[in-house]
């Protein structure tokens, strides 16, 4: 048998001390609610508290972006059937053993967009492929996605901004799939794209 014994009943909270701290709970839940997470994730700000920290404006950036990209991201599903290197048909006779080395490459590609348009363009990379990138606008300025797909993988985000005329950096393959960006014209101006890139990656075109 326990010896424990029970505490004594004035030391249990009461139901108005329980009542009290659930709507304390509900109170601070609903604050961060208003003033946090509806400015960061879709740009509704009812507090004003999100513009003075800056959320608003990264909710409204996130929410624009994904619309923006959605018809986009279905048609890529469509019109890009690219094969990765470690996939083989399946009348294959053979099994895989390994796939194909991928060789260092580089390539220059520009895209004209008129105000409003949109374009996209993808390479294909294995896990762990680093792609260096540069790409600018002349002309006035973008809204970018810097994303990724492959089967089973709907999307999976490198990096996304407004009002861009360009970026540069290292684009670290997170998996066999398709990298690439996105870019709108929000610009009132037909506004040249030129992307360079280069490593180890075995193709690279206009998907959208």
Same mark, same amino acid.
Do not use: C
């Given at each position: 048998?326990?010896?424990?014994?029970?505490?004594?009943?004035?030391?249990?909270?009461?139901?108005?001390?329980?009542?009290?701290?659930?709507?304390?709970? $509900?109170?601070?839940?609903? $604050?961060?609610?208003?003033? +946090?997470?509806?400015?960061?994730?879709?740009? +509704?700000? %009812?507090?004003?508290? =999100?513009?003075?920290?800056?959320?608003?404006?990264?909710?409204?950036?996130?929410?624009?972006? !994904?619309?923006?990209?959605? %018809? *986009?991201?279905? !048609?890529?599903?469509? @019109? *890009?059937?690219?094969?990765? %290197?470690?996939?083989?048909? !399946?009348? !294959? @006779?053979?099994? +895989?053993?390994?796939?194909?080395?991928?060789?260092?490459?580089? *390539?220059?590609?520009?895209?004209?967009?008129?105000?409003?348009?949109?374009?996209?363009?993808?390479?294909?990379?294995?896990?762990?492929?680093?792609?260096?990138?540069?790409?600018?606008?002349?002309?006035?300025?973008?809204?970018? *996605?810097?994303?990724?797909?492959?089967?089973?993988?709907?999307?999976?985000?490198? =990096?996304?901004?407004?009002?861009?005329?360009?970026?540069?950096?290292?684009?670290?393959? @997170?998996?066999? =799939?398709?990298?690439?960006?996105?870019?709108?014209?929000?610009?009132?101006?037909?506004?040249?794209?030129?992307?360079?890139?280069?490593? @180890?990656?075995?193709?690279?075109?206009?998907?959208?």
């Amino acid at each position: 048998m326990f010896n424990s014994q029970l505490p004594p009943l004035s030391d249990l909270p009461t139901s108005r001390q329980l009542v009290r701290s659930t709507l304390i709970a $509900a109170g601070v839940a609903a $604050a961060l609610l208003t003033t +946090v997470v509806l400015p960061s994730e879709y740009g +509704v700000d %009812p507090t004003g508290v =999100g513009r003075v920290l800056g959320l608003t404006e990264m909710g409204k950036i996130k929410v624009e972006l !994904a619309s923006e990209n959605e %018809p *986009d991201v279905a !048609a890529d599903g469509v @019109a *890009d059937l690219a094969i990765k %290197p470690t996939e083989v048909p !399946a009348q !294959a @006779a053979q099994p +895989v053993t390994e796939s194909a080395p991928q060789v260092e490459r580089n *390539d220059t590609t520009t895209v004209t967009l008129a105000p409003g348009e949109a374009s996209e363009i993808k390479l294909a990379a294995s896990k762990g492929a680093k792609i260096n990138f540069d790409w600018s606008v002349a002309g006035g300025h973008v809204n970018y *996605d810097t994303h990724a797909d492959a089967p089973g993988i709907e999307y999976h985000g490198y =990096g996304k901004g407004k009002e861009s005329q360009g970026e540069r950096g290292t684009l670290n393959a @997170a998996f066999d =799939g398709k990298h690439g960006w996105y870019w709108r014209n929000r610009s009132g101006d037909t506004v040249v794209i030129t992307l360079r890139t280069s490593g @180890a990656y075995t193709e690279i075109k206009r998907v959208v």
